[in-house]
């Protein structure tokens, strides 16, 4: 019975301060402290757009894009990249707002689960804003050219079906 109990202890001995970082951290993550996608010095206001065009200059010439399609893409870059910049702001005011709940001296159940509804809208919203500029892209593409995209993609993320 010794060992089981001195097992335990170790188990929780181990789950404390990993629970404690995660209490530390989790907050700290949300709020983009980490970097990454909308974290500190990733993304900038307007910052969709030019990283938008950054991708059109290196695929335009492996898919051979013509300069009629470079225009139109261009064009339909200038009108969804605003779109997607505020998509970022409310994504970092969400988790800001996240963050700031779940690190207040006590935590308001009904303003986390407001704060997450909130988020899956914008999940939904963003994805819903996505797939439109995707098809809107595929619509100025001929077929052999969303083909080379298809194919630029699994190349960088492995093949897909």
Same mark, same amino acid.
């Given at each position: 019975? /010794?060992?089981? @109990?001195?097992?335990? &202890?170790?188990?929780?001995?181990? =789950?404390?301060?990993? !629970? %404690?970082?995660?209490?530390? *951290?989790?907050?700290?993550?949300?709020?983009?402290?980490?970097?990454?996608?909308?974290?500190?010095?990733?993304?900038?206001?307007?910052?969709?757009?030019?990283?938008?065009?950054?991708?059109?200059?290196?695929?335009?010439?492996?898919?051979?894009?013509?300069?009629?399609?470079?225009?139109?893409?261009?064009?339909?870059?200038?009108?969804? /990249?605003?779109? @997607?910049?505020?998509? &970022?702001?409310?994504?970092?005011? =969400?988790?800001?707002? !996240? %963050?700031?709940?779940?690190? *207040?001296?006590?935590?308001?159940?009904?303003?986390?689960?407001?704060?997450?509804?909130?988020?899956?809208?914008?999940?939904?919203?963003?994805?819903?804003?996505?797939?439109?500029?995707?098809?809107?892209?595929?619509?100025?593409?001929?077929?052999?050219?969303?083909?080379?995209?298809?194919?630029?993609?699994?190349?960088?993320?492995?093949?897909?079906?």
């Amino acid at each position: 019975m /010794a060992h089981r @109990f001195r097992g335990r &202890r170790w188990l929780l001995l181990g =789950l404390v301060p990993v !629970l %404690a970082l995660t209490a530390v *951290a989790a907050p700290f993550a949300m709020a983009g402290g980490f970097g990454g996608w909308g974290g500190p010095g990733c993304h900038g206001p307007g910052d969709a757009a030019s990283k938008m065009r950054m991708a059109a200059d290196h695929i335009g010439p492996v898919v051979g894009l013509s300069d009629g399609q470079k225009v139109k893409v261009d064009a339909l870059i200038g009108d969804v /990249a605003p779109t @997607f910049d505020i998509h &970022r702001e409310e994504g970092t005011d =969400l988790r800001l707002a !996240l %963050a700031n709940e779940l690190a *207040a001296d006590t935590v308001n159940r009904d303003e986390v689960e407001r704060l997450r509804g909130d988020a899956i809208q914008l999940a939904d919203r963003a994805s819903r804003d996505a797939i439109d500029a995707m098809l809107r892209l595929h619509e100025v593409l001929t077929p052999d050219q969303r083909a080379k995209v298809r194919d630029l993609g699994a190349m960088f993320h492995g093949p897909r079906p």
